[in-house]
């Protein structure tokens, strides 16, 4: 048994890494896709580029614009004169937000009385829209509250003072809160789920392609080692993967690794049960790789949707929440974000551990009991 396995196993090897195409798919594709989403996938809302028009153009209304254009968030990238550039802008999407202060803005002000402060927004993403109306909101309550100390420091004296509320927060596990620091260890799930599945499926259906099957079926290799030569070689590149993308997220981008590196891999090599099973039952269903390809990305997009990369699963529907439980990539982010970001370990991770044993126990058997070493 054990020469026979080691022979499909070297075959196999010699068959993946042979190919110079196939190793950049395998070792350089990875990092390459893991620096691009790391850049590209980032919600940080910060320099959004606004446009002002300041009809009063007193004091306070250009006081009122610096602070937008110092806090961080605000790019001033034109004064507007008249509405058709208003127009213009916002079509055209050359700025996110207008701020606009109308004829009278300081004077109302002076006189104790509220002026308005109109905020024109492209609502098209209404993702960083939402964000622009909280960053303007913080900006003028800040300049509100300013005023209002000034006006009743000139009433009642400079002795005057008002007590309130100072909100000191912080933020644990991720101080600066960068989305980077989020998305990041999710790309790491989310590149091996893809590699390794596409791999696994087509590895059977090419023999089937190019006529090697035939010479499989008339050999004493039993269906269990068939399986195991096919499917080992995919989980060692499984962890070659993690290892490599891990040091791309630790020293490209500085994502903190906090946990247990072994405890990662751990919950790999679970995780790789479901991806290399649903590898493996693509493959009984498909005869060449162009459906092999095509079958993957039918489970691979509804997988990374209902995972929480991108979208919080408490957000979903109901019967979306439900279907989510049988995801293996739902449980596998949970723990590579808890090991990154959190720094905890098995025994707040146990649950999901489970779910990834239970979930890929069942998708592998059900992916042999499928497999026929057959044509």
Do not use: C
Request: positive net charge; proline residues 4%; hydrophobic residues 50%.
């Amino acid at each position: 048994m054990f020469e026979r396995l080691k022979a499909m196993l070297v075959k196999e090897f010699i068959q993946v890494l042979r190919d110079p195409k196939m190793r950049i798919i395998i070792f350089i594709i990875p990092v390459f896709q893991t620096i691009v989403f790391g850049y590209a996938v980032n919600t940080d809302v910060k320099d959004i580029k606004t446009a002002v028009y300041d009809l009063d153009n007193s004091p306070e209304s250009r006081d009122l614009t610096a602070r937008f254009a110092g806090s961080g968030y605000f790019r001033i990238v034109e004064y507007v004169y008249n509405d058709k550039r208003v127009e213009e802008l916002i079509d055209k999407g050359t700025v996110k937000a207008i701020l606009r202060m109308n004829r009278g803005f300081g004077a109302e002000l002076g006189a104790g009385r509220v002026a308005p402060l109109h905020i024109l927004l492209d609502g098209t993403d209404s993702n960083t829209a939402g964000n622009v109306l909280t960053y303007a909101g913080m900006i003028s309550t800040s300049y509100n509250d300013r005023i209002r100390l000034d006006q009743a420091e000139r009433a009642f004296g400079p002795a005057f003072r008002v007590g309130g509320v100072e909100m000191e927060s912080r933020a644990w596990f991720n101080e600066n809160l960068e989305s980077r620091n989020f998305y990041v260890p999710a790309v790491i799930a989310n590149i091996v789920f893809i590699i390794t599945m596409l791999l696994s499926s087509m590895a059977v259906v090419r023999e089937k392609e190019i006529g090697t099957m035939e010479q499989i079926i008339v050999t004493p290799i039993r269906r269990s080692e068939f399986i195991l030569g096919k499917t080992v070689p995919f989980i060692l590149i499984g962890f070659i993967d993690v290892a490599l993308i891990t040091l791309v997220a630790a020293f490209w981008f500085d994502v903190p690794i906090r946990g247990s590196i072994s405890l990662l891999f751990g919950a790999t090599a679970l995780f790789l049960m479901s991806s290399l099973g649903f590898g493996l039952l693509i493959s009984t269903i498909s005869r060449t790789q162009q459906q092999a390809m095509m079958s993957a990305f039918f489970f691979i997009f509804p997988a990374m949707l209902l995972s929480g990369f991108a979208f919080p699963i408490e957000n979903m529907p109901d019967p979306v929440q439900w279907l989510t439980f049988l995801n293996p990539l739902r449980y596998y982010l949970v723990i590579i974000r808890g090991i990154f970001l959190k720094g905890i370990g098995f025994g707040i991770l146990w649950h999901q551990f489970l779910a990834l044993l239970l979930l890929g126990a069942t998708i592998l058997a059900f992916a042999v009991s499928r497999f026929r070493k057959t044509l």
